[in-house]
């Protein structure tokens, strides 16, 4: 499968910015990104949930050492996430895969981000196994006003599906009014038919979510992000969402996915099985879209990118190619998470 990963490297789409500062202008850059922490557990046996079933509790020995170590390369990959333009760490971060508040606070003091100041909205979701989606801000750049998690009320033969809530928070990125939604929808446990119903019901819970924002904000600056566990042409995305992969096609309520194209040319951000998928992406509304017009009087996306350094890839044994995961087999293996970050830059010309 070695030869399926590619390491991404992106050429700059639409103007230069490095170009445009020479010729005199000026811009903020922030980053929004999206990482699946995978199974960032805690060594504490929590009789409410099921966490017997996460990989940290599995381990037989060194659970301690383990989850620190864990914490310490999660935390070194925040902080490279669009460091290279944006000269820091995300603005804007949203995370999947965490058991609890408490290790989203271990993460966040890690010595890598401790200096960021970052801040957290949690909540605790229904998921059988205890995993939760959350965000993470620097608090110098996005500021807060309202946050909310949905449950999307998911149904098979009748049965109630403990799945993931989706997190809104609506807040000034600088002096910007933005609203994020954090998703990680159901899995594809029985097979991708199979499950196919549970990720559609999932996207429908976003398009009521987006309504809801768009009811108060109509020209709301709307960024999708997640673990959706769906390839960007699957039916979640194209018959519910109704995501656009060409800029020319984005009408003013449309939602965008730069990742539809990423995915086409073979980009990926986690193989299983001889498979390897696009399943972790940051989607956005039109009014975030630049068409050519170059106008950036306001936050625009600049770029849409995979976040899949060298060292955060698999260079030996069954997941050589893969993302350098964090467990297997019920063992540690000393990686960061089985899945590459996503993100993208926003940019605005300063004044």
Request: glycine residues 6%; charged residues 30%; aromatic residues 12%.
């Amino acid at each position: 499968m070695k030869n399926y990963i590619s390491f991404l490297t992106i050429l700059f789409l639409g103007i230069s910015i490095s170009t445009a500062q020479n010729k005199g202008k000026q811009y903020n850059i922030r980053t929004i990104a999206f990482y699946n922490l995978e199974n960032l557990f805690d060594t504490i046996n929590d009789t409410s949930i099921n966490d017997e079933a996460s990989p940290m509790m599995e381990l037989k020995s060194n659970r301690s050492k383990v989850y620190w170590d864990k914490i310490d390369k999660l935390g070194s990959v925040i902080a490279q996430i669009g460091e290279e333009k944006a000269k820091t760490s995300p603005a804007i971060i949203g995370v999947s895969e965490v058991e609890n508040l408490s290790v989203l606070e271990d993460l966040v003091k890690n010595k890598h981000l401790a200096k960021k100041k970052y801040g957290i909205i949690h909540y605790d979701s229904p998921d059988k196994r205890g995993i939760d989606v959350a965000l993470l801000y620097q608090k110098k750049y996005f500021k807060p006003v309202f946050h909310e998690a949905y449950n999307p009320n998911i149904y098979r033969e009748n049965r109630k599906v403990y799945t993931r809530d989706q997190l809104l928070v609506s807040g000034y990125l600088d002096d910007e009014l933005i609203h994020v939604i954090v998703n990680h929808w159901p899995s594809r446990s029985g097979g991708e038919a199979k499950s196919r119903p549970l990720r559609e019901k999932a996207a429908y819970q976003n398009t009521k979510i987006i309504a809801q924002v768009r009811e108060k904000d109509p020209n709301a600056k709307i960024l999708i992000m997640g673990d959706f566990n769906d390839d960007p042409t699957n039916s979640s995305f194209k018959e519910v969402l109704k995501t656009k992969a060409k800029k020319k096609n984005v009408g003013e309520l449309d939602i965008y996915n730069p990742y539809e194209d990423l995915h086409r040319r073979g980009f990926n951000t986690l193989g299983y099985r001889d498979n390897i998928n696009l399943f972790d992406m940051v989607l956005i509304s039109s009014p975030l879209l630049d068409k050519g017009e170059k106008d950036f009087s306001t936050y625009k996306m600049y770029q849409a990118n995979i976040f899949n350094k060298r060292f955060l890839t698999g260079r030996k044994g069954q997941f050589k190619g893969y993302p350098f995961r964090s467990f297997s087999y019920g063992g540690y293996t000393g990686g960061y998470s089985d899945h590459y970050p996503v993100y993208m830059y926003l940019i605005k010309e300063k004044r």
